[in-house]
């Protein structure tokens, strides 16, 4: 395990790479013995520091959540990071993509809760009756270390992703807001729009067959650390697209069909 001092030079490191627009090397080649213990230590240990200088929690993200990228990871499980409030963005807005590192975007629905979820012996019907509501969102993700590290060639593995606070870096939230038992929540589908051109589709089956089990694996999880899913938080239950690269210039439009669209564009 790594020590505290570890843990907090760690969080250091990625706090000044976000904040100079500067990628890192990857936290598991400075400390290679650490696990997925002390990589959840260093994503809290950030968010801290983010806590003491201000930002509000709004919510979790859950990421990894298809079969082919856990594989990818050599991983049995997806992973979690935190929302900030100074991440939200409104539908429509002016994004300056010079803020963030290597800034990708992915389709997600976001789950608002009405009351508190907590316990190991959830189900899913215990999740969709904590939902307020649904809607549409845009995830920005933004890599504060290098995919792959300029000195070694090894590529980024789950231990810099979770560290990385889940790549964490922006959400836009937007669309037509519908309570959880609308319709069947499986069959959302999106087109993901760069410059007018489709660069991406997706159903939302594709997370864990059903969104609203990335809430339930999530509150699982933090049941184990005696946490709750507070009323009110936003929960990005993962995406069913692939990460779409962007670059100032790029006008991103998501369609959802009867719940809307979301833009985004990147100056």
Not at 230 to 256: H, K, M, N, W, Y
Request: no cysteine.
């Amino acid at each position: 395990m790594l020590t505290n001092e570890q843990v907090q030079a760690a969080a250091a490191a990625l706090d000044e790479a976000e904040r100079t627009r500067t990628q890192i090397r990857s936290i598991s080649l400075t400390y290679p013995d650490m696990d997925l213990a002390d990589a959840y230590a260093v994503q809290q240990a950030w968010v801290d520091l983010k806590l003491g200088r201000g930002a509000k929690v709004l919510g979790r993200k859950i990421g990894l959540t298809s079969r082919a990228m856990q594989q990818a990871m050599q991983i049995d499980e997806p992973d979690f990071g935190t929302l900030l409030d100074d991440m939200l963005f409104d539908d429509g807005a002016d994004i300056e993509t010079a803020q963030f590192t290597d800034p990708r975007v992915e389709v997600e629905l976001a789950f608002v809760l009405a009351r508190d979820l907590r316990g190991t012996n959830l189900t899913i019907t215990d999740v969709l009756n904590a939902i307020d509501y649904v809607v549409p969102a845009i995830e920005l993700i933004a890599a504060r270390t290098h995919r792959i590290d300029p000195d070694s060639g090894k590529a980024r593995g789950v231990l810099d992703t979770v560290s990385d606070n889940a790549a964490n870096a922006g959400i836009v939230l937007g669309g037509r807001p519908v309570r959880p038992d609308a319709f069947d929540l499986r069959w959302v589908g999106a087109l993901l729009y760069k410059n007018g051109v489709i660069e991406e589709s997706g159903v939302s089956a594709a997370v864990l067959n059903h969104p609203a089990n990335g809430l339930l694996w999530l509150a699982r999880r933090f049941a184990d650390h005696g946490v709750e899913l507070a009323a009110g938080e936003v929960i990005l239950s993962g995406s069913f697209t692939r990460p779409v690269a962007v670059a100032a210039g790029d006008i991103i439009q998501v369609d959802f069909g009867d719940l809307g669209n979301l833009t985004s564009r990147f100056v």
